[in-house]
Every structure is written in C-alpha cells, then in structure tokens.
C-alpha cells in the first residue's frame, strides 16, 4: 500500500501546531526579567504572564472539545492555528503589561 505524501504534510503540520503550543511555557520562562526591563514591570507581576496563557489554554481545552464535536475538529484546528499566529505575531506591538498579558492570554485560547 503506497502512503500519500500529503499525509505527511498533515503530520508535520499538527506536530508544528502542537509543538509551538506547548513551547510557549519554556520560551518564556528564561526571559522574563528581559521581559520585565523592557516593559517596566514589577517582578511580582512576571508569573502571571505564564499564569494566563496556562489558564486561558486549560480552559479552552475543555470548552473546544464538546465544540469541535459538533463543528468537526479540522475546523477547530484551523481557526486555532490562525488565532495562534495572529496572537503570537501581536507579541511583538506589546507596549506595556497588560497589552503583552492579553496577548499571552489570546495565544493561550487559540492553544
């Protein structure tokens, strides 16, 4: 039986969805304090950066299951993979604290 390399393709895409998901709590991690200096924030405030994008995909893991049930789960991942770019790339306009916790909070919902 010959293996359709579009299948491949799929793999590949999923394993990137799902490893740039789940990298988003070590990539963060080390450069908090660089996080902290650039944006002027208090150091007690730094965890809650790692707190939301924790939350906000815990809770959206719970919310999207019974929803891609319904709607099917390739449009589940589409709109997720859109939404995680989307969100990722607004990282970089961030301009204080509570602009990059939003951000981190929408890349956690599109998880």
Known sequence: MKK???SYIVIFSLWLL????SSQ???ISPILSEIGK?????PQYLGTLITAYAAMLST???VMGPVSDKIGRRR???IGAGMMSVSLLLHQIAYDYYSL???RALAGAAG
């Open 4 to 6: 359709d390399p579009g």
């Open 60 to 62: 959206f893991a719970l």
């Open 18 to 21: 799902m490893f740039s998901a």
């Open 38 to 42: 650039s944006l002027n924030i208090n």
């Open 76 to 78: 589940i991942l589409l």
């Open 25 to 27: 709590l070590q990539i």
């Open 101 to 103: 916790l939003f951000f």
